[in-house]
């Protein structure tokens, strides 16, 4: 199944998940043990990470294969470019069509610690739309999507990303997949931008539920996404209990979806962090809003 025909076939939100895979020192089998858990909560897609520059490369086919075989949810494999000749990218490529995924997410990556700038210099790809534009120009039907940053990429100011993004969906890209962010009036206002300098695909924000206040920071500081006052009271407020944090980050990640739904979004993310729980519990509080939609659009059926 080709993720691009999802938006316009469901005319409700697509809900996807992203997924991890495990390092190379832990099997796979309790990986397989989440997916199948998180199956069971009927995702439109879900995607699979993947390390840029050689960590867990080759388990992230193996993880989207298994997922399509299994459970004949489309999968979005995750493709990273940086230090990647158009050779190493082709068989990559080759590999997941033999495996039947038909569905990329076309990223740059950041330079791993292990890179030489050797390998650098040596890349056929500088940035995600030349990644876009390549395979593209070698398989016109599959789905590409393409990451965005509704605070800007920490390397380019706002205008500058912007632009270059115009670029990455003119490269060939169908949808978009957003970073994560905790303010919903930013992101609105960034998707507001993208559309008038004519960028009109289907776009998906990225939810990420808090449950670790210094994962988060951490994170958050990576990613160049800010914490709003109310957020940051909470990592204060619960950061003592554990189990405070996790019901107020499924609620505050529950309230942003809502939010964001009513606001008429065509897609959510959800960047799973491989917790069954927390996901479990998040769709179980939009279960209502989900069946709702799907009678909003005429769509038969149950959550
Ligand atoms: P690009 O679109 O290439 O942008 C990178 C930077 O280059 C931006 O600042 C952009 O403005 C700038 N730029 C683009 N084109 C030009 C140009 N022509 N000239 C000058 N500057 C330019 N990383 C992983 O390693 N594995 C993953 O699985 C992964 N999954 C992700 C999923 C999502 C939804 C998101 C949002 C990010 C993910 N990342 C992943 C992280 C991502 O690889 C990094 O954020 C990386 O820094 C940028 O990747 P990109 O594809 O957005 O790059």
Known sequence: MKIK????????????????????????????ETIEELSKLSPDFISVTYGAGGSTRSRTLEIATHIQKHYSIPTLAHLTCIGATTQEINSLYCDLSKNGIQNILALRGDMPHEMSQETLDN????????????????????TIAGAFYPEGHKENNDLMDLLHLKHKVEAGSDFLISQIFFDNDIYMDYVEKMHKIGINLPIMAGIMPIVDAKQIKRICSLCHCSLPPKVERMLERFSESPSALKEAGISYAADQIIDLISRGVSGIHLYTMNKVDVTKEILRRIEHIRASEKNLSGVEGEV
């Open 5 to 32: 025909n999802l938006f316009e076939e469901k005319k409700t939100p697509v809900i996807s998940f992203e997924v991890f895979p495990p390092n190379e020192k832990f099997t796979l089998d309790s990986l397989y």
């Open 123 to 142: 890349s056929d790809f500088g940035y995600a739309s030349d990644l876009v534009e390549h395979i593209r120009s070698q398989d016109k039907e599959c």
